[in-house]
């Protein structure tokens, strides 16, 4: 969770969430979306997708376990993640939106991603699954699945600092780290 979080504060930082107008969005913003052919991405584990979701959404498990090395916390290979996102039909050039659970941070995460690997278009919907009920607004809780892609991801390697990169850079002692 501490990479997230320094991914989170180098992205802030560096612009990629001020480049668009409206990155959080609200539930009238999700539906027009919707009814604009857009992406939406439950970041969830599959239990609770499968327990209820917004109706279209598609879903590859838990984004922060299944897009990250469990030991290092860096993203998994750019080739695994093409393969993951590219099986599920999610084509980060589109629109894309990306909700949890009401400020379930891995949201924050998926629209990091997205951004990393380029998308343009992206958006979190920060009330997640619990606006969604909230508003009264319907769930689907059969799987739903996109046609298979064949994108390639490109990296934007100024927005992400590595392990290595942060440990190389503690040692250094040219730069101050806020926990």
Do not use: C
Not at 42 to 70: T, W
Not at 140 to 147: A, D, F, G, T, V
């Amino acid at each position: 969770m501490k990479k997230f979080f320094v991914i989170l504060l180098v992205s802030i930082a560096s612009g990629v969430f001020a480049q668009d107008a409206a990155v959080i969005i609200q539930t009238d913003q999700v539906q027009q979306a919707l009814a604009r052919g857009a992406i939406i991405w439950d970041v969830r584990d599959e239990k609770s997708y499968l327990e209820g979701h917004i109706p279209g959404a598609i879903n590859i498990g838990d984004a922060g376990a299944v897009l990250r090395d469990p030991n290092k916390e860096d993203y998994i290979s750019t080739e695994q993640i093409e393969k993951i996102f590219n099986a599920a039909g999610l084509d980060v050039n589109q629109e894309v939106v990306v909700y949890g659970s009401r400020g379930n941070p891995y949201s924050y995460f998926g629209l990091y991603t997205v951004k990393y690997f380029g998308g343009k278009k992206a958006q979190v919907y920060h009330d997640g699954i619990d606006g969604w009920k909230q508003a009264g607004l319907p769930i689907q809780k059969e799987r739903q699945s996109l046609k298979p892609i064949s994108v390639a991801l490109v990296p934007q390697s100024q927005l992400v600092v590595t392990n290595e990169e942060m440990l190389k850079l503690a040692q250094s002692k040219s730069v101050q780290i806020i926990d």
